[in-house]
Every structure is written in structure tokens, then in C-alpha cells.
């Protein structure tokens, strides 16, 4: 294709990165299609979800922030002088590189080793009373924790630290995942609502009012419990159901967008309503997106992890709450397994939520953080 | 004018909450009808567990639920028998659903109705303490201590109590006991672990929103209006101030019953072992007992509706700021 073909085609979808992200979708598309009808498992389901957020993230967040470098540079000042959230993300960090890394240098989660089972963590000891056949009496034998399972063991001797480690990869995907596809789609759903208005923000605002009656939960349970346990669909469920609140709030933050001057002028000017929604709309609620996918992680982890904890979640991965399930049966012998997974989720959670709060005020023009 | 603005508003709201009630019907219709296997399937594996002839059964399954209609016939009778009072059959137990959440429902209230008031009492208090003395120590420590109820898991929270207190120190039972009467100290003191795993959530959000939403009126001109008149700080704080910092409230607290307070229920009835309905739907689960999932998932979604609307019409009849078109 010659220079003038290509610059024709990207005048006809505004502009050449536009042309780039329409490509990387039609290939992401077609592979799927392949992989559905002709060969079998190019990727994984997880890696095709992994990839459609990945375009679309480069298309709204690296290429913004990358364009927009001054913006976030001043941005960062102010997110800076929050230590919480400074703190926060250094332990999103820590989770990330643990989740990345741990597993190299981890046994396998899953591989039972009765002999070294219920080990105490390093630095403290339980006592358990073993049965003797030859003498047919009790003896009371103290264990103290090794340096070769620092977490210690389970009930079926699996190391605790690696399957804390799974659990980190197994946490972070969901929530990076599933928050990625409910605010992708709550965002879409608010601006085009808003900005359509009449009767099809009627419409979508009922259909997100009979979402909203389910208690969120429950209907993840339901639709689990019907449709069967699996990363990949769990991921799509929190994603395809979590979208309400997203909604309700673009929607009406893009209300009071819709009637300024520069959407009028982009009206008058003869752009179509993708353009605007996608180019004007959409780029100005940015802020409030990436708060709203910030605090909503920490509700999407949790989610996946009492799944897991009721035993709804994925069997072929170890994840927190199936870690917390075993440690919660055993917590007369073993009370270190339900207390780590806890902790991690716990400092997960706290962590994200001091970051989106110190997002949200270092994006408030009102607050002097 | 002002009867007739708010009838009509009335009607408006019941009229979208006919739809949202249709719409829920509709969309856990269509999900048990994509899922990969038929309610009749699971009820038939049951059944032939138990040594029945597959082939006998089968005829009878269909026709009681009438599994070879058309699609939208078998739409119209879901409904319908839904109306009727009709919720099916709950083979793990061997009763008819309705009469499994008739018997069940009540330890569901108790925990919901013990945690909803502890934490809004608990959260609507210290979040006012907070606000009026805001920068103080306690104020910091709240600040603090609310951080770390909204991002402890509820689950995690229960085991860890059941460890403690239960294991531990022996001071409670790990499991919840049916044979003692609901309205005695005994159960009251069997719920207070549950009731603590439930309510420290909202307690925490409670106490947030209390907290800046007194501060946001504390900023109020109103408020310098009636300090300037001589008002002791008791009445500005607790007349004026708070009046117009609860109304807002009120909505949060009926709309965390439905997000955050059903599935923690939820999932404190599974760690207890209280026979609630999350209890009876996580025991139905693991039976492939589909009638009583469904039914539960129904109902709490009812519940949500009927709150929300009663919610939405009471604010209307209280706050004569509110004018809807």
C-alpha cells in the first residue's frame, strides 16, 4: 500500500492511531475466529481477555498519558505528597513482582507431600500428638517451622508460600482483568447514554436498574453455579455484571459535559456521534475512570476471593480464598493457613483503596492534598 | 397540587418497579435456560443416584415441569407458577421450596436486622464524634480504624474470630445452634461473632459518610446563621447539622443492604453455619438443588426492589426539597 493509501484510510477513522488500534483489533478478532473454527488454542481464553484490554488500554491510557506527559507529571506531584497512596502503590508493586517472579523460585502450590504436613511458619512451633504402633501409645512431638517452607505447610503438606504467590497471580489478574472489562463497559454504557439520551438512555438506564436489583454477589454465585467454575469465565462474569455502578456515574458526569461548548462546536464542525463520544466524551472523563477502576478493584478481588472461599472458584488454580477455605477446615491444627491469605487480601485491598483515594484527590481540583 | 404531584409520582415508581420485577424474572429465566445443563439433567442425576429408573423418571420430570413445551410456553408457566406461589421443588430437602424459605428466612432477619442497627448506630455516632472534632486524636483513630473495616474481608474477618474466640479462648461455640429458641440470651450471645463479622464493613462505611457528609454542613452558612443566634453547639450539631447530614444516609444504608449486606450475610451464614437462606442456597450448590438457588437468588433481588421502592417513595413524602417531573 503506498504512503497516500494509508493516509487516506487513516483520514476515513481519524487519524493513525486510530488505523493502528483498528488493526490490532481486526488481527485480535480474526485469531480468535481461527482458533474457535480452524486450529485449536492459539491462547488461552485468559490470554484473548489479556489482549483485547491490552488495546484497548493503549489506545485510552498509555497513548494519553504518553501525550499527556506534562499533565501527569503534575498529576504525580500531587498523588506524591499523599504517603498512604504512595505506600499503596509500592505494595501493588511488590504484589505485582511477587506474582511475576515468586513462582521461579517456589515449589508447585498443588503438590501434596504428607511428610512435611502441617508445618508451623519459621519461628514457631506446635505440638502434635502421633500415634505410636509399636508402643500403642501417644506421643507428643514438637514442630517447629523450617527455612525450607517459611509459611509453613497445610494439612496435605503444601507449601503456604507458594500458594500465596499463585494466589497474588491468581488476585491480580481477576481484579486487573474483570475491573478492565466492567469500566470498559459501564463507560461506554454512561456516555452513550448521556449523550444519546431520549429513549435510548431510557433503555439502558432500566436494563441497568434490573442489574443493579441483583445483590452482586448472589448473582455471581447464581451464574457460576449454572454455568460452572473457570478463571476466564469468572473474569467475564465480574466484568459483564460489575459495569452498573461505572455507569450511573459516567452517565452523569457526561450529562454535564454534553451541553459545552466544545462538544457544540465539534457538532457543528460535522463530527459523527462515535467521534464525539469516543474523542471528546470519553477523553474527559478519563480522571473519573481511573478512580472509579481503582476502587473498584479491591471490591472485584474480594468477590473472587469469597468465591473461591465458598468453593465456587476455579479448582485447577490455587487462589486466595480457596487457601483461606482449606486453612478455615482446619483451624483447630493449622491456624496459619487461614491467617496469611487473609492478611494478603487484606493488605491488597487496603492497598488499592489508598491509591484510588489519593487519585481521586490529586484529580480534584478543589482539594490542595 | 402538592397529594397529586406526589400520586403520580407513586405510580411512575411502581410502574418502573413492575418492569425491574419483570426484567429479574426474565433474566434468570434466560440464564437457566443457556446454562450447559437443564435443571431436569441435575434433578435426574439426583434421582438415579438414588436408584431410580432413569427412564421412569424422566417422563414424570417433564411434564411436572413441562420441559417439552415450546420456549415461550415454558416462559409463560415459569412465571406464572412464580406468582402463584408455586417455587418449585427442593429434592436435597424433600419440601417445596416456599416452605424451606418459610422455615428459613427468620435467621436471615435476625443477623441482617442486629448487624444493619449495630453498625448504623455505632457509624452514624462516631462518625458525628469525628466530624465535630475533626483533626482531634479520636477523629485520626476512627479515620484509621474505619480504613481498615472497609478493606477487611468480612469472610476472612469471620474465620478469624472463629479462631480466636472460638478455638482459642474457648469463649464460643464454632458452630450456630438451631435448638436454641430465637428470642433468648443464649442466641444472642451465639450471634454476637456473626453479627460483628457483618456489621464492621458498614460500620466503617457508615461512619465515613456520616463523617463527611456532617462536614460538609458544618461548612454550611446555616449553620454560622444559628451559632450567630446563640444556639448552644448541642442543638446546631444535633438539629441542624445532622437533619440535613442523616437524609442522604439513609439512602446509602438501603442501597449497601442490597450490595454489600446480602452477599455478606451470604457468606457469614456459610462460615457460622446459620440456617439462613445463604445457607440453604450454599447447601443447595453443592446438591445441584437448582429450585432452591434460583429461589433464593429470586428473592433476594424482591427484597432489594421492594426496599429500593420504598426507599425512593419515603424520600419523596419526607424531603419537600426533592421534586422529580
Redesign the interface.
Known amino acids: 500500500m503506498t504512503k497516500k493509501g494509508i493516509k487516506h484510510l487513516a483520514g476515513k477513522v481519524g487519524g493513525i492511531k486510530n488505523l493502528l488500534i483498528i488493526l490490532l483489533a481486526t488481527l485480535w478478532g480474526l485469531t480468535l475466529l481461527a482458533d474457535i473454527f480452524v486450529v485449536e488454542k492459539i491462547f488461552d481464553p485468559l490470554g484473548y481477555l489479556y489482549i483485547a484490554l491490552g488495546i484497548v488500554a493503549l489506545r485510552y491510557v498509555v497513548w494519553p498519558l504518553y501525550t499527556g506527559r506534562r499533565l501527569v507529571q503534575y498529576y504525580w506531584q500531587r498523588v506524591k505528597r499523599n504517603r498512604l497512596a504512595v505506600l499503596g502503590l509500592a505494595f501493588i508493586l511488590f504484589l505485582i513482582l511477587l506474582a511475576v517472579f515468586g513462582p521461579l523460585f517456589t515449589p508447585d502450590p498443588t503438590a501434596a507431600n504428607f511428610e512435611q504436613k502441617n508445618l508451623p511458619p519459621v519461628g514457631f512451633t506446635t505440638e502434635e500428638s502421633i500415634y505410636n504402633p509399636q508402643t500403642g501409645q501417644f506421643i507428643t512431638k514438637t514442630i517447629s517451622g523450617t527455612w525450607e517452607h517459611p509459611l509453613g505447610t497445610d494439612n496435605k503438606g503444601r507449601d503456604l508460600l507458594a500458594m500465596i504467590i499463585s494466589g497474588a497471580g491468581v488476585s491480580l489478574q481477576v481484579g486487573l482483568l474483570a475491573t478492565g472489562i466492567a469500566v470498559a463497559l459501564g463507560t461506554l454504557i454512561g456516555v452513550v447514554s448521556a449523550y444519546l439520551g431520549g429513549k435510548v438512555d431510557n433503555i439502558l438506564m432500566r436494563f441497568t436498574d434490573i442489574m443493579m436489583t441483583f445483590p452482586f454477589f448472589l448473582l455471581l454465585v447464581f451464574i457460576v453455579f449454572i454455568f460452572g467454575p473457570n478463571l476466564a469465565f469468572i473474569v467475564l462474569v465480574i466484568g459483564l455484571t460489575g459495569w452498573t455502578g461505572t455507569a450511573r456515574l459516567i452517565r452523569s458526569e457526561t450529562l454535564s459535559l454534553r451541553t459545552r461548548e466544545f462538544i457544540l462546536a465539534a457538532k457543528a464542525l460535522g463530527a459523527s456521534d462515535g467521534r464525539i463520544i469516543l474523542a471528546h466524551l470519553v477523553p474527559n472523563v478519563v480522571s473519573l475512570i481511573v478512580v472509579i477502576a481503582t476502587l473498584s478493584i479491591p471490591g472485584v478481588i474480594m468477590a473472587e476471593a469469597a468465591l473461591s472461599f465458598i468453593g465456587l472458584g476455579d479448582p485447577a488454580v490455587t487462589s486466595w480464598g480457596m487457601v483461606l477455605r482449606a486453612g478455615q477446615q482446619s483451624l483447630d491444627t493449622t491456624w496459619w493457613v487461614a491467617v496469611a491469605p487473609g492478611i494478603m487480601l487484606f493488605f491488597t485491598v487496603l492497598a488499592f483503596n489508598f491509591v484510588g483515594d489519593g487519585l481521586r484527590d490529586a484529580f480534584d481540583p478543589r482539594s490542595s492534598v | 397540587m402538592g397529594k397529586t404531584w406526589l400520586r403520580d409520582y407513586i405510580i411512575k415508581r411502581l410502574f ?1 418497579a413492575v ?2 420485577a419483570w ?2 424474572l426474565t ?2 429465566f434466560i ?2 435456560r443457556i ?2 445443563t437443564s435443571p431436569a439433567d441435575k434433578y435426574l442425576t439426583n434421582l438415579a443416584a438414588r436408584g431410580e429408573e432413569p427412564a421412569q423418571v424422566i417422563a414424570a420430570i417433564e411434564a411436572r415441569y413441562g420441559l417439552d413445551k415450546p420456549i415461550h410456553e415454558q416462559y409463560i408457566n415459569y412465571i406464572g407458577n412464580l406468582m402463584r406461589g408455586d417455587w418449585g421443588w427442593s429434592f436435597s430437602t424433600s419440601m417445596p421450596v416456599i416452605e424451606l424459605i418459610k422455615t428459613h428466612w427468620i435467621y436471615s432477619f435476625q443477623l441482617i436486622l442486629l448487624s444493619t442497627i449495630l453498625a448504623a448506630l455505632a457509624g452514624i455516632l462516631i462518625g458525628i464524634y469525628s466530624a465535630v472534632r475533626q483533626y482531634s486524636k479520636t477523629d485520626y483513630i476512627a479515620t484509621f480504624f474505619s ?2 473495616g ?4 468480612n ?2 474477618l469471620g ?2 474470630l ?2 480466636l474466640f472460638a ?1 482459642q479462648l474457648g469463649l464460643f461455640k ?1 458452630y450456630y445452634d438451631t435448638g436454641i429458641p430465637l428470642l433468648s440470651l443464649a442466641n444472642l450471645k451465639q450471634l454476637i461473632l456473626p453479627v460483628i463479622t457483618l456489621s464492621t464493613g458498614m460500620m466503617a462505611g457508615y461512619t465515613r459518610y456520616t463523617r463527611s457528609a456532617m462536614l460538609d454542613n458544618l461548612r454550611k452558612e446555616f449553620v454560622r446563621t444559628a451559632r450567630a443566634k446563640g444556639l448552644p453547639e448541642r442543638v446546631v450539631i444535633g438539629k441542624h447539622v445532622f437533619r440535613n447530614a442523616i437524609l442522604p444516609l439513609v439512602t446509602i444504608i438501603m442501597f449497601d443492604l ?2 454489600i449486606v ?2 455478606g450475610a ?2 457469614t451464614e ?2 457460622f453455619g446459620i440456617p439462613g437462606l445463604g445457607r440453604i ?2 447447601n443447595a ?2 446438591a445441584d438443588d437448582y429450585a432452591v ?2 429461589a ?2 429470586l428473592i ?2 424482591f427484597l ?2 421492594l426496599i ?1 421502592l420504598t426507599t425512593d417513595i419515603a424520600y419523596a413524602y419526607l424531603d419537600p426539597r426533592i421534586r422529580y417531573d
Not at chain 2, 472497609?150 to 474481608?153: L, V
Open positions: 418502573y418492569i425491574i426484567g429479574i433474566v434468570t440464564l437457566v446454562g450447559p480504613f481498615i472497609i478493606s477487611i474481608p469472610f476472612w474465620v478469624m472463629i479462631l478455638v464454632t442490597g450490595s446480602f452477599g451470604y457468606l456459610i462460615i442456597s450454599f450448590i453443592f438457588v434460583v433464593v437468588t433476594s433481588a432489594i426492589l429500593n
